[in-house]
């Protein structure tokens, strides 16, 4: 299969190229831009000397399906909600690593993201990319909207337990800690080194645009939530995430029943670890890779599960994800691409 | 006065050099040692060079009120449960940097830090050191339990609420993440470079030694509080402590509410400094310093409040405090020794 | 005193405010600002909030000396070259961060610096500010060119070996090293976290601004010399200036000989610190500090000698040494306000 | 083929079962140990979970050419200079990525390695792994000896120079840069997160191990030469080695000539990339791929070439050039296992 990439010059884009280097069912990679045409990726990127030598060219609707077979958006805010469905309707598929399609409310949307919502029409047709839970959406899906970094790390680790109804849904927080590459490319004040390193910052206070993609889904899970908190955090360091996760249990439990039931939701999953009793993963244990790992306990003091889930949040929190759906999407085996071992140290 | 020090070749020793340099009160520091007598401390420390040229002198209790008025313990664990009342008894006021004095009940330190407590008399002797909330006790005490590093950034962001009890205090969850400087200078798998640059980790779950030490002050200030659940991490980053703490409000609140308060408790305060509506501090911001730095904010759709509290592990979390209750014992102004400016950047 | 700063948000700016602090003889500092008039310096540097709550002013000529005796210009390219001599003009001493008036020969500076030199007059009337080698001259300067980062560590790592015409002035190399505070505080991809992080790169290869400057230097000291090659590169760290830098000694010498050689240049000076036989300076251990800390050896095998210098690049390299001429200047102790203690860890 | 992997608790040995993943050649790896035996892998590699779930076994010398078809030493000095006869003895290829056999005369290994050297029969039979510059005699050899990290990036960016006799011999100075992972993966002071972060060191001044490496296969190349000077500094960052080497032309000669020279020399070298004019490579550009990136200019002024050349220590300077080494004596296409792209940011 062919694949395009819109917006290769970000950091999502150029993961895309590393993993799917690796795809052994994509011949080609064409790389669209609306502003950069005619410049070598390599330009952008010297680490891709060599590997990628092909210039970025213009988005021709007339075209694009017989260039390709699907596109994915690494594209800013807006650009998907304008062009997903005119290249859609051209048979190529789409999966958009954007936040554009992944709330379903236009209000809720339009709230958080201080912006205009992408038409109805369009989010309808968008299935939630969350691949562990909602593989049978995306299998016969045209649009996907990839999850964000954060929700992925925080859904894969929360699901097991609120697809269960095992907790208190008015007790949980959610403690989130990223590397600087989920701020993108673009330098910025709060990203300038000298700001950054030797530091740890709290940033959007109660206010991020993940929040609501958060709570869709657990609601979807167990609809007595209506609601959670989450505060992210930036760490001095690149990639990673970790979401640090707090809840009352409603019942008494165990450490040892609580892995027990993960174990048997993610056993056959080819990129969720449940880890050992007593261990718990640090981001560097998933870094390059596509693994989500987690680890959990039960304080028998407080009656509070402690959830510890960590990904890369380049590669399961962006362009690895929309790689195992597109997997999905095309019935190729959900690693293809993908069996990256974490790089360590 | 002449001031003398345990322990000097650790972090906190160092830090306690660094910023005894300043102090306006000392003339002189001695420097001892029950293991590397004759070394002289730049051998350990070459940053001190031309700085301080003296030797680490072994621990002589016939003279040791002769040579000095006042003692740091910046030792390992047991070390001052040993040595510490009879140094006291020569005379020598007694400000302690370890754990060992710091929890009022044997049978709950010995569960936490599995090993034996301090006998009760010293236990009892020793005033715990948290400055702005125990003044008056430590102006007459003899031996000083200075405060731990998270204990110290929590629980200064928390006291304005809990003293009022204005908190469900069953809702208390903190999530803290420190710099390396705190697990010391030996080495360990843990903080060798190659696996903590890049790299996140949460540690201690449910376990860290610092629980019952905060559920003890914030229990002696609501007493309907019986735990929290508090949770440490590791942050790729030398200095600095951020707790980020969440907790129900009893009762509606808002931003405005709540700055208010803070402004009033702490507004007299040298070393706490409440930040401006809408902003959060940054580690950083208090790189190198004694203070201690609050944002807060509460949230209407969760009714939650959200403290973030930060200081810098090694000053205010460990030296910088032990220098500013060593000023309060001796009537001198809380600052001496004590006006550095964050470095920034 | 009272002086002022010209260029307060940068961060030689800001560093001067944190050393000013400890400064017995000046009694206020003015922040002089050319675009930012009416805001408040934390706004900027929430790190200095109730230390500094004072606002920006314009710039007046017309008063600027009835409001501050001394002026530090921290600021960009251009702007010394164009204000100094008027403000100098006023009766305000002048001290200049910047590179505008380093370089004596015009057409030297232009071919390096790319841009239209200061005036003859202006630059004649600049003395350099290499406090330990140009004492006298700057006793008497009512304008003072305060050396660049590289070219401090670099030339009083040299100075004895130059000055003593020990070396073959063909054979030296430099090979410099800095954090990404000497970049400043404007965001730029190069120095974008993400980008720089884990990353270690060489910049400005044969063309760096510091090699007219440390070439004019080193000719002063022995006229055999016509250039040097000297190549910096950027640490993924903020603070800190590594030279290590290689030559032919004319003659067999020996590691006791050099070293005695600088012991009897630099064992008066109180920020020039040889270390001992077999010992190297790292860059952590000036941390925060004025010092200029120098290690040195001489190999049997090759006839070369290396000299390795490290200073704070924002200390030393810029601020500190700022200071340090302004109290030459004014007859204070060198020392006054730079008796920080390196920051370690 | 199966391979067995001795010492894979090390850095060296988990980078080799990174990149054996990716093998489209190995079906299986076997983990041998002298001291660990029955330990799981992922006891000691957590990241390893799920992808490699063997336990380490004792080395039998009957039964090891029954197992595994060729052996990679990832061992500590001394292990190889014992064992690898034996192995190779029982008809296994040997890979030793350690430095015992890298030094062909016995005096200069004692010398600079301070023990007892291989004996010489062995060293005599161990072929010098430097790939791209010793194909023919790795095809036939059954014992290599790879080369060091740092050898690895001076030796192939010095190489079109000293083979063409192009430099002036006595001129050379290498100035390397290395990430942490260099240093392996026990605890040590100098590598404690506290007192390596925010600092930048040189190491082992004129003692390294690796002179005599890069002068034994300088002196082959050009045998005008005798001795370089060669100096490693310490990094904060895990990854990565810059060497920047900087040398007299014997005559005047231009950027663009000898950029020609390195095209034409590497033009079919698949991990060695000349890089474009006025381009340097950065050491995260080859992050965790086995490329060797490489820029060069000549300095009219100086009459000094420099080159900048960048490898990932751990892949293209130990276990990329080991698989690379590996696929070279077994006729498999030199990229097998290697064609990871480089991950950025």
Redesign the interface.
């Known amino acids: 299969m062919r694949v395009g990439i819109i917006g290769a010059t970000g950091?999502g884009g150029?993961e895309l190229?590393?993993l799917l280097?690796?795809h052994p069912h994509i011949s080609e990679v064409v790389l669209y831009t609306s502003s950069k045409e005619g410049m070598n990726i390599n330009e952008s990127?010297?680490?891709?000397?060599?590997?990628y030598e092909q210039e970025l060219k213009a988005i021709n609707l007339d075209s694009i399906n017989d260039e390709v077979d699907a596109v994915f958006f690494a594209t800013p805010p807006g650009f998907s909600a304008e062009w997903s469905e005119a290249i859609a309707g051209t048979g190529c598929q789409v999966i958009d690593l954007s936040g554009d399609l992944r709330i379903k409310d236009p209000k809720t949307y339009e709230l958080w993201y201080q912006r205009e919502a992408a038409s109805s029409a369009l989010i309808n047709k968008a299935v939630y990319g969350l691949t562990e839970w909602n593989r049978e959406a995306i299998r016969s899906a045209n649009i996907v909207a990839n999850p964000g970094c954060y929700p992925t790390a925080t859904l894969l680790g929360l699901a097991p337990l609120l697809t269960n109804k095992l907790v208190d849904v008015d007790?949980i927080?959610i403690?989130a800690?990223s590397?600087?590459?989920g701020?993108g490319?673009?330098?910025?004040?709060i990203?300038?080194?000298?700001?950054?390193?030797?530091?740890?910052?709290?940033?959007q206070?109660?206010k991020h645009k993940h929040i609501p993609e958060i709570e869709q889904q657990l609601h979807k899970w167990d609809n007595d939530l209506s609601?959670?908190?989450f505060?992210p955090?930036l760490?001095?360091?690149?990639?990673?995430i970790?979401s640090?996760m707090?809840m009352k249990a409603k019942k008494e439990t165990s450490e040892q029943e609580l892995r027990e039931l993960y174990q048997t939701v993610y056993g056959n999953e080819r990129f969720v670890?449940v880890?050992r009793q007593g261990?718990?993963?640090?981001?560097?244990?998933?870094?390059?890779?596509n693994y989500c790992?987690i680890?959990l306990?039960y304080?028998e003091?407080?009656g509070?599960i402690?959830v510890?889930s960590?990904i890369d949040n380049v590669v399961k929190g962006a362009s690895g994800q929309a790689i195992q759906n597109f997997n999905v999407m095309n019935g190729f085996t959900e690693e293809a691409g993908l069996?990256?071992?974490?790089?360590?140290?």
């Not at 760490?235 to 990673?240: F, I, N």
């Open positions: 950091y150029a190229l590393r280097k690796h990127y010297p680490h891709l000397m060599s590997i007790s927080i403690d800690k590397g600087t590459s701020a490319r673009s330098p910025s004040a990203t300038h080194y000298s700001e950054m390193n030797e530091n740890f910052k709290a940033y206070i109660n609601f959670v908190t505060q955090h760490v001095p360091m690149v990639r990673g970790m640090t707090y670890r880890r261990e718990f993963p640090a981001t560097k244990e998933v870094y390059g890779s790992d680890g306990t304080d003091r407080t509070r402690t510890v960590v069996t990256l071992v974490p790089m360590y140290p």
